[in-house]
């Protein structure tokens, strides 16, 4: 059409507590997304092979000691140095399904003593925002069924609770809430086929910037 401007890929997050299935239906919706012909990548924070994200994995893995507020930084930081390929591959028309993003660095920092969301979000501010998140939420009897948490920093029960209790703070229209009892393949139609629409609406609109 003359006149018409290209159309951009969609910015899709996926949220959630660890066990959730965030990455099997991550890698499942960009599958689906290709085969349907929409050009998708899967992208995935933390980012760990980055210098920055090297740093964040020795944390993660408790071989390092960080302090709170500069490891609340360095996963913001892991998002910003990702914006200008991000922005490029969503004006080049391809769609990123975004496995965690600022909500998660929110949700885990403001569950340590003395963090508000507030102050978690400032850094956060002026990223790109998300067009949807799926946020992926499980009964306590189901994760129990999943088996151990693995051995990560983070991944004991009560943080658990506390970041699910603050990811609740951070819903807003732009989210929908999917209970993630199901089977995988119910799970993964479900969210193919809502995907879909957040393809279609996004193709015209602008980028915005998050929390600004
Ligand atoms: N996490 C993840 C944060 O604490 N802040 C962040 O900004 C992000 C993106 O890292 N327990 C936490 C949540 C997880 C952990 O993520 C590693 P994953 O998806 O389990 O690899
Ligand atoms: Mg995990």
Known sequence: MPGS???RGAFIVFEGCDKSGKSTQCSQL???LNDAGVKAELLKFPDRTTTIGK?????????CQIEDHAIHLLFTANRWEAMPRMTELLQSGVTLVVDRYSFSGVAYSAAKPD????WCQQPERGLLRPDH???LTLSPEVAAQRGDYGTERYEKKEIQAKAAANFDLLKDETWTVINADKTKEDLSTEIFEHAMKV???SKQAEL???WL
Request: charged content about 15%.
């Open 208 to 210: 915005a910037q998050l």
């Open 55 to 63: 740093m964040i994995n020795s944390y993660l893995q408790q071989s």
């Open 30 to 32: 960009v599958q689906r």
């Open 133 to 135: 998140v799926f946020y």
């Open 115 to 118: 963090f508000s969301v507030e």
């Open 199 to 201: 393809v279609d609406s």
């Open 5 to 7: 401007v290209a159309e």
